[in-house]
Every structure is written in C-alpha cells, then in structure tokens.
C-alpha cells in the first residue's frame, strides 16, 4: 500500500502529544514541576495543532470530511471527540496553572492522563481493519501508547533541562517508557508476517489482462522487500535500541539537555519508520469478495 504522509505524521505527532501531556499531569499528581508546565503545556498544544493540520492534507476534498461526523461509529468521529475532549481538558489546565503558579488540582491530573491515553487508544483503533489483515492487530495500538511513554518523558525532561530544573522524577519514567516503546514497536513491527502468513499461498489472479500477475506480493514480511529497511534501522536499531540508551544515559548522568533530545529524535524516527512498515504491509482483502 502507498505510503499516507499525512497520517504518518498525524499518528505520531498525536502521539507525541499525549505522552507529553500525560506527563506534565504526571508532574503535577506528584506536586512537583510548576516552572515547567506553561513550556509543556505550550509543546503539548502545539504538537496537537501541527498534528491537526497535517491530516487534512490527507483529504482531496478535505470539506467533505464534514459528512463523515454524523456517524458515531466513524473512526475520524471518535477521534474528533477524543481530541475535543483533550481540548477542553487542556483549556481548563491553562487556566489553572496560570491561577494557581503551575499547581494543577488532582483531579484535572488524573483526567489529563486518562484523557491522553484514550486518545492514542482511540486513535489507534479506527486503524483496525478487518479488510486488511495486518491492520487489524492490538499491537499497533499498544505500539502508539509505547510511543508517548518515552516521548512524553523524554521531551518533558528536556524542556526541564532547557529551563534549569531538576529532570530526576523523569529519569525512571523515560527509562521504563523506552523499554515499553521498545517491546512494543518491534512486537507490533513482528505480527506484520503473522499476520499476512495466510495470504502468502495465494496462487495468481487470473485478470484477462495480466494474467501471469500475483494476486499478492510474497514480500509480506516485515524483514523483507521495501520494509526490511524502516524495520531493522529504523523501528529496531534507531527507534528501540537508541531510546534506551539515550533513557540510561540520561538517568546515569542527569545530562538530560544532551540525552534528552537524542531520545525525543530516535523515538519519533522510530515511530514514523514503524508506520512506513504498518503502510507497506496493508494489504487489503477486497479482492477476494
């Protein structure tokens, strides 16, 4: 399947968003971080906004999209809300650590974390599909969730860095995040070819016009073909490997201004190279009905 820009990068960055948000509530449920939750709150909006903005770029006819909001059980729906609903949560945050000096009560904490993960939940689920076999699997929603544990951390810990605050309560949380975004971006990047085993015995389509054309490409493994490439340097070496070093190191020297902005990088290339892969193995089904 030809690769969607647009939404590689609306997935990630939506992503990126939410860890970054849940993290400074994270701060906040500990009573701890007040200096840093305007910057934060600023990365987190923007990263919602340029996240916003990159999907339309997806729609030919991006005023039509407008159709598609009267059916609850449309995936763009649930997201719309989901992000609404994060929208409004991250409002009222504005408005109270601007009141109260960066101090957010518990219970807006809690929401913004709560909030934060349904949407990379619900995000994640309206790319399930039943029509394309290695769509429709758990672990790329686990493998997005995976994502914003290291990336919100990493970025939240960096911008403490940036400010002269102390990062620490951050060190443990980047370090378990990159283990989590680890497991789960190679796990999610290994069921593409379990996924796609059963179609690989498919004879060839007999089309009066190309009759000697495969119904489908053998190349469906995540290791082989145009995936072998984002999958072992990118996912694997870049968006796994990397993170954790950068996490230790981080927690090691408490240089997080150095190893914070390497773990930001490597996570977010990683995550785009794991979506390259989730866009190379979606092979539809239609051809069979």
């Given amino acids: 399947m030809e690769l969607q820009w647009p939404l590689i990068l609306f997935t990630t960055l939506l992503a990126w968003c939410a860890g970054t948000f849940a993290t400074q509530a994270y701060l906040a449920l500990k009573g701890k971080g007040e200096s840093i939750q305007m910057p934060a709150w600023i990365a987190s909006v923007v990263l919602l906004a340029v996240g916003g903005i990159a999907v339309f770029f997806h729609l030919q006819h991006w005023e039509r999209i407008f159709n598609g909001f009267g059916h609850l059980s449309s995936g763009i729906t649930q997201e719309l809300i989901a992000i609404v609903v994060l929208a409004v949560i991250a409002v009222i945050y504005l408005a109270m650590i601007r009141r109260n000096e960066g101090k957010v009560p518990s219970w807006l904490a809690i929401a913004s974390i709560v909030v934060s993960v349904v949407l990379v939940v619900v995000m994640?689920?309206?790319?399930?599909?039943?029509?394309?076999?290695?769509?429709?699997?758990?672990?790329?929603?686990?493998?997005?969730?995976?994502?914003?544990c290291v990336l919100g951390p990493a970025t939240v810990a960096t911008i403490a860095a940036i400010k002269g605050e102390d990062a620490s309560d951050l060190a443990m949380p980047a370090l378990i995040g990159a283990v989590i975004n680890a497991v789960a971006s190679v796990a999610a990047g290994l069921s593409v070819g379990a996924a796609n085993s059963a179609l690989t015995d498919v004879g060839y389509y007999f089309d009066l016009t190309h009759p000697t054309m495969e119904l489908l490409s053998p190349e469906l493994s995540a290791f082989s073909g145009a995936s072998a490439l984002p999958m072992i340097l990118g996912v694997i070496i870049i968006g796994a490997i990397c993170p954790i070093v950068a996490a230790f190191m981080g927690k090691k020297s408490g240089n997080w201004k150095m190893w914070g902005p390497i773990a930001v990088v490597c996570a977010v290339i990683g995550a785009i190279c794991l979506r390259v892969v989730f866009y190379y193995a979606g092979v539809s089904m239609f051809m069979f009905y």
């Fill in 124 to 148: 994640g689920h309206s790319y399930m599909m039943e029509a394309r076999p290695a769509w429709n699997n758990i672990l790329w929603i686990v493998s997005l969730l995976g994502a914003s």
